[in-house]
């Protein structure tokens, strides 16, 4: 996502957090971030080409096959191993767990990294195809203006929405959102957060859902050179939504799960 994705994504995870987790995020957060999550969660874009090691952990191509195989699927271009975004998220986690212990790691580092990361599984077309690189080589018009897939995704969904649905306020749909999640998705919170494992996070399920919403609606339809308009927005909009709300839901599981320790496990 680009900027506003990514805030918005931690502005709803912020209020899911429980008070041990919070209390943590709280103590982890630079002086700068002025108390809020969500103003450090683009941080690891703005630091994409100076920590030029971390740049394949924001995302995860398949060979233009539909599904996500860890295995095949989770390296960088040097092909070493767990250097995708799923990846990153497990060890970034894994990393928070010594909280409150003798550690080498700079947590603070650990929970900027991981809450953008979450974000950006999150994001179909940070699963898509190698061969495209997620869409960033398919140039797109976005009704007039020329750019490609992946932007369209990352931000102008986002922004026509912001522009059209939203006063030109981003508080506005993160509220909208939020309202969502107490109303017509509050059914669907628990299988959002329906996670089996148990120290490390579910990032590969949420990669190989990334990988359908590619298929089945950012790829679908879509060629080089094409004009994308209305009956893309209306149609894609709804999934950009749940997936912004979804990467907030399971931000904030994870982050619970590390803090409370495991007697508050849910
Ligand atoms: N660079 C190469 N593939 C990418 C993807 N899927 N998302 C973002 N950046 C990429
Ligand atoms: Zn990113």
Not at 11 to 27: D, F, G, T
Not at 56 to 64: D, K
Not at 230 to 244: A, G, H, N, Q, S
Request: aromatic share 12%; proline share 2%; with cysteine.
């Amino acid at each position: 996502w680009g900027k506003e994705g990514h805030i918005m994504v931690c502005k709803i995870a912020e209020k899911y957090l429980s008070e041990k987790a919070a209390a943590a995020v709280q103590a982890l957060l630079p002086e700068s971030a002025g108390g809020e999550l969500s103003t450090m969660c683009p941080w690891a874009d703005q630091v994409r080409w100076h920590y030029h090691w971390a740049s394949p952990l924001h995302y995860a191509n398949t060979p233009e096959v539909c599904n996500f195989k860890y295995s095949r699927d989770c390296h960088n271009s040097r092909g070493e191993k767990g250097m995708c975004v799923v990846g990153a998220i497990n060890n970034y986690t894994e990393q928070l767990y010594s909280y409150g212990k003798k550690t080498s790691y700079n947590l603070t580092e650990s929970l900027m990294f991981l809450a953008h990361f979450v974000g950006d599984v999150h994001q179909p077309l940070h699963v898509g195809y190698a061969e495209d690189e997620g869409g960033n080589t398919i140039i797109v018009h976005w009704y007039r203006r020329k750019t490609n897939l992946h932007h369209v995704w990352d931000v102008s969904i986002i922004d026509t929405a912001i522009k059209d649905f939203y006063n030109r306020s981003m508080d506005t749909m993160v509220e909208a959102l939020k309202m969502n999640l107490t109303g017509g998705w509050s059914d669907d919170i628990t299988h959002w957060e329906n996670c089996k494992n148990k120290r490390s996070t579910c990032a590969n399920d949420y990669a190989i859902e990334s990988i359908h919403y590619s298929c089945n609606y950012a790829y679908k339809d879509v060629e080089q050179d094409i004009t994308l308009g209305d009956d893309y927005f209306f149609t894609r909009y709804p999934v950009v939504e749940k997936r912004l709300a979804q990467a907030g839901i399971r931000l904030a599981l994870i982050l619970n799960r590390i803090f409370d320790g495991d007697e508050a496990d849910g």
